[in-house]
């Protein structure tokens, strides 16, 4: 636990410190692609039961799956620990809920772009002052451009409404994840925290829950529990005790860029020039602050 705490720390990152680094980029890399192709194929499932009951059979088969594999011990917690899961949980719950309202009413790289600005305000707080600022406004402009199609702003306000919230969600998702990871051992105050999360989503989730209790809709609910939430925030738990949260939150910012792609690939969302070229901004950002982040060998941490 120690050891843990004292990677999730950002300090130097010579020797093992950058091996740990390299790992948690790839793990990020590895949730990344996980919420946005689980995501895109959400659709059928959001469209059948709405985002909401979605949201809720996804958050509880995650939460049971990892309880059982976890075997949290409940008895043993601090009140500090307790408090932390809860609201982590009930950010978990408002994030997700937010977003696939949001990706129900306007396109997945639109949503998911609107939704990066909370990392972003992170990653840019992480930062500091100076001249390493310059990358977070190139990924605003990028994101800008990806959420223009060339002929006028895609996307309805609710949804967008909807994709804000997700991303103030998402910044506060970020701070604290590192947090509570730094209080549990192993995946327990990811297994607490998605407990927590699918008693908040239960209101919003319940009144349609019967239209996917048969073996098609719950089988569907299981492959999507598996790809968002379960599979990318253990990744992200992990990846948050390696690396620094600036160095983890403008990573993230190449959320657009595989939102984006899954959209096409998946849904047939189409990407305009104007639109790749907000891709490569985004992604030209990530690169430039990862790598200030890696020079400096330190990061502000939660």
């Known amino acids: 636990m120690v050891d843990q705490q004292a990677t999730a720390s950002g300090g130097g990152l010579s020797g093992s410190g950058n091996a740990g680094l390299f ?7 590895g949730s990344m692609s996980s919420i946005q192709f689980g995501s895109a194929f959400s659709a059928t499932a ?6 909401s009951t979605t949201t809720f059979l996804r958050l509880v088969m995650a939460a049971v ?10 008895r043993s917690y601090s009140r500090e620990q307790w408090k932390s899961a809860a609201l982590l949980g009930a950010t978990m719950a408002a994030m997700t809920l937010c977003f696939f309202a949001a990706i129900a009413r306007i396109p997945l790289g639109l949503a998911v772009a ?38 006028g702003w895609v996307g309805d306000p609710v949804g967008m409404l909807f994709a804000v919230g997700a991303g103030i969600g998402w910044g506060t998702y970020i701070i604290l994840m590192k947090k509570t990871g730094a209080v549990f051992k192993g995946l ?23 239209e996917a209790l048969n073996p098609e809709g719950l089988g569907m609910m299981l492959g999507l529990a598996i790809l968002v939430p379960l599979f990318p925030y253990a990744l992200e ?6 690396m620094p949260m600036s160095a983890f939150g403008i990573l993230m910012s190449l959320e657009p860029a595989l939102g984006a792609l899954a ?29 200030s982040g890696n020079g400096e060998g330190e990061g502000k941490t939660a």
């Not at 738990?237 to 390696?242: G, K, Q, S, W, Y």
């Not at 047939?268 to 990862?290: D, E, I, K, N, R």
């Open 114 to 151: 609107i939704e990066f600005l909370g990392p972003l305000a992170v990653a840019t707080w992480s930062l500091g002052k100076g001249w390493r600022l310059v990358w977070p406004v190139a990924a605003f402009i990028g994101v800008v451009l990806l959420s223009h199609d060339g002929a």
């Open 263 to 291: 959209g096409f690939l998946v849904l047939s969302q189409p990407m305009t020039p104007l639109q790749m070229l907000g891709t490569a901004l985004v992604v030209a950002a990530s690169a430039g602050v990862t790598s």
């Open 65 to 74: 799956i990892l309880a059982l594999i976890v075997r949290p011990p409940m």
């Open 23 to 29: 790992t948690g980029i790839l793990l990020c890399f």
């Open 237 to 242: 738990m992990i990846a948050l005790r390696r």
């Open 46 to 51: 959001i469209h059948a039961f709405g985002p």
């Open 188 to 210: 327990e105050g990811l297994s607490m925290s998605l407990l927590f999360a699918a008693i908040a989503a239960a209101p919003f989730g319940l009144p349609r829950v019967g």
